[in-house]
C-alpha cells in the first residue's frame, strides 16, 4: 500500500512536468509566418504558433523543422514564458532520405495556464532566388541608335528544400552579408536560372496604358535592401523555380556607346603578312535606374521590338543598381563600327632631368583605325592601356583628340566616324 502511494505520487510530478497537450499541439506541416531568403543559398524561417501551456514546466515537441535546419541558430521565443532547454533529435519526417530534425522544448510558464505564442526562427540551406529582368528597346528609325527601353523585373524563387512550404509574408534580401551556414554555401549555379523566351509580345509602346508599377514593397538599412515580395505564397517543392514580379513597365532613356577597348600591347594583326583584322566594337546601352526599387544583380535579356514582336538582342548580367543610379549593359559586337589597333613604334629614350641625371622613358605611338560602314554617323569611345613603365609617370603628348584619364594606366578618347567612312587616331605616349 505504502509503495503504491509513491507511485502514484511520482506520476502526479511527472504529469506537472510534462505537458503532453502542448505536445500534440503541434503539427509537422511546414506552415511559416515569414520566410527571409537571401541571395546566398540560405532563408531565414519563422514558424509560429499557438499552444496551450500550463502554470510551471511544459515540454513541447516542435516537428516542423527544415530537414537541414541549422541547429545552432535556433531561437526561441515563448509568450510570457521563458525556453529552460532544447534538445534535437532527428527521428522526425522522412526527406529526401534523411530524418529531419526534431526539437523538443522544455518552457517555463511565468503566468497563468493557457495559450501562448510560441516562435521559432532560424536558419536553412536550399532555398534561393535569382533576379532577372527583361530591356525591351523603342523601335527607331532604320540605323539609328536606341533611346527608350521599357524594363520589367522578376525574381525566381528556388525551393530545393524537399518539402511544400506555406507562408505568410516572404522577404527577399540583396547585398553583401556574412553568413556562415553549416556546410558553407549552398548557392545555386546558372544552369537553374530561368530561361527567356524566343519571343515576347507587347502592347504598342505609344499606348498610354504603358506606366510603371511596383509589385514589391522596399526598404533598406545600410548593408541591404529588403524586398517584401508578398504574402500568403506557396512554394511547391515539385516546382523548383517560382518566378514572381518586382516591378514592371518602367520607362528608361537609353544612351548607346560603341567602345573600342584594348591592353597596351594588343594588336589586330593576323599571321604572316600582319594583315590588320577589324574587330567589332563593343556595343553597350547605359541607363539609369528610374523605377521605384532599387535593382538586384541579375540577368538582363535585350528584346528588340518591331511592332508587336520582340525578340532577343542580346544578354549580360548587372551588379546592385541602387535608384537614380546608372547602370551598363553589353549588347555585343557591332556589325557596322569596326576598329583596327597598332603599335607603330616603341623605344626606350635616354635623356636628363632637371637635376642633369640621366633617365630612361619609354615612347610608344600608337594608331587606332575606326571604320563605319552603317548609315548613320557614331560616336565612339578608345579605351586604351598604358604600359607602365619606371615610375609610372606618364603623359600623350602628341594625338589630335584630347584623352581622358580613366584610371592609373588607361586613357579615352571620344571620336566621330561619318557614316560609311572611317577615322584615324594616332597618339604618342611617354612614361618615365
Not at 529531419?100 to 493557457?114: D, F, K
Not at 636628363?352 to 565612339?380: M, S, Y
Request: hydrophobic share 40%; aromatic share 8%.
Amino acid at each position: 500500500m505504502r509503495r503504491t502511494s509513491f507511485s502514484i505520487l511520482i506520476l502526479f510530478l511527472f504529469g506537472t512536468l510534462v505537458c503532453l497537450p502542448a505536445a500534440r499541439a503541434q503539427s509537422s506541416n511546414y506552415d511559416l509566418s515569414h520566410l527571409t531568403i537571401y541571395n546566398a543559398g540560405i532563408g531565414e524561417f519563422l514558424e509560429e504558433r499557438t499552444i496551450e501551456l500550463q502554470q510551471g514546466l511544459n515540454t513541447v515537441v516542435w516537428r516542423s523543422l527544415m530537414p537541414k535546419a541549422n541547429i545552432r541558430t535556433v531561437r526561441v521565443l515563448a509568450e510570457d514564458a521563458e525556453v529552460v532547454r532544447q534538445d534535437v533529435t532527428y527521428d522526425g519526417a522522412q526527406v529526401n532520405n534523411e530524418k529531419s530534425p526534431v526539437l523538443h522544448l522544455v518552457i517555463r510558464n511565468r503566468g497563468v495556464a493557457g495559450r501562448k505564442t510560441v516562435q521559432v526562427d532560424y536558419l536553412a540551406p536550399n532555398i534561393s532566388w535569382l533576379s532577372d529582368y527583361a530591356l525591351v528597346l523603342e523601335p527607331t528609325a532604320s540605323g539609328a541608335a536606341p533611346t527608350a527601353a521599357i524594363l520589367d523585373s522578376w525574381v525566381s524563387l528556388y525551393n530545393n528544400t524537399g518539402v511544400d512550404l506555406s507562408v505568410g509574408t516572404v522577404d527577399l534580401v540583396a547585398g553583401e552579408i556574412a553568413l556562415l551556414p553549416e556546410g558553407g554555401s549552398n548557392a545555386y549555379r546558372d544552369q537553374y536560372a530561368s530561361q527567356a523566351q524566343a519571343n515576347v509580345y507587347v502592347t504598342d509602346g505609344s499606348s498610354s496604358e504603358i506606366s510603371e508599377s511596383s509589385y514589391a514593397e522596399v526598404s533598406g538599412l545600410s548593408a541591404f535592401n529588403r524586398f517584401k515580395l508578398g504574402d500568403n505564397i506557396s512554394l511547391n517543392a515539385n516546382a523548383l523555380i517560382n518566378r514572381f514580379p518586382i516591378f514592371q513597365r518602367a520607362r528608361l532613356a537609353i544612351v548607346q556607346r560603341n567602345i573600342f577597348e584594348n591592353t597596351h600591347d594588343a594588336q589586330t594583326l593576323g599571321r604572316g603578312g600582319f594583315i590588320l583584322l577589324p574587330r567589332g566594337l563593343e556595343v553597350r546601352l547605359v541607363a539609369k535606374n528610374t523605377a521605384s526599387a532599387p535593382m538586384a544583380a541579375g540577368l538582363v535579356t535585350i528584346y528588340q521590338r518591331t511592332g508587336t514582336l520582340a525578340q532577343i538582342v542580346g544578354q549580360d548580367r548587372i551588379s546592385f543598381t541602387p535608384q537614380n543610379a546608372e547602370f551598363s549593359i553589353t549588347q555585343g559586337r557591332s556589325s557596322t563600327v569596326f576598329g583596327t589597333r597598332r603599335v607603330l613604334e616603341r623605344r626606350v629614350v635616354n635623356y636628363r632631368d632637371k637635376e642633369g641625371t640621366g633617365r630612361d622613358k619609354l615612347v610608344t605611338k600608337i594608331e587606332v583605325v575606326l571604320t563605319n560602314r552603317g548609315t548613320q554617323p557614331v560616336e565612339a569611345f578608345v579605351r586604351e592601356g598604358i604600359e607602365r613603365y619606371d615610375d609610372n609617370q606618364w603623359k600623350i603628348v602628341e594625338s589630335a583628340e584630347t584623352g581622358e584619364r580613366l584610371a592609373a594606366n588607361t586613357v579615352q578618347f571620344k571620336v566621330s566616324v561619318p557614316a560609311g567612312g572611317k577615322t584615324t587616331l594616332v597618339y604618342t605616349v611617354e612614361n618615365e
